[in-house]
């Protein structure tokens, strides 16, 4: 459908994963899912999403690397990355659009990605 906004969930665990792309399907987005670093940057050169929800934490490339590649692209510099993570403290180095702390509520993850896609990081437009 023509104005559905495609949102990158990045995740390891594969529970958390599915959750969350059924919550912001639920909410009428679209959702692409990876499981790693590697698979997120193959997906976002493929075809980049609107908005990605990534966690820190993951095996193969570390989604910090993530980040800093999506920041390093004039194609993919304006996307809001809305990080999800178990680590403590502050997180405003990344530079990012939002951060979430896990455990994470149906409404906050909705919520969240739609104040930042609303936000002044425009992302891409269909």
Aim: glycine share 8%; charged share 20%.
């Amino acid at each position: 459908m023509p104005g559905r906004r495609r949102i990158l969930i990045v995740e390891d665990d594969v529970d958390l994963r599915q959750m969350f792309a059924t919550w912001l399907k639920f909410a009428g987005y679209d959702v692409q899912q990876a499981g790693d670093g590697l698979e997120a940057l193959r997906l976002i050169d493929g075809q980049p999403p609107h908005a990605v929800v990534l966690d820190l934490g993951l095996p193969l490339i570390s989604g910090q690397v993530v980040r800093q590649e999506i920041a390093a692209q004039a194609q993919t510099r304006d996307i809001p990355v809305i990080v999800v993570t178990a680590q403590p403290g502050s997180h405003d180095h990344l530079k990012v659009a939002c951060v979430l702390t896990k455990p994470v509520l149906p409404d906050d993850l909705v919520d969240v990605v739609g104040r930042c896609l609303a936000s002044g990081a425009q992302g891409l437009r269909s």
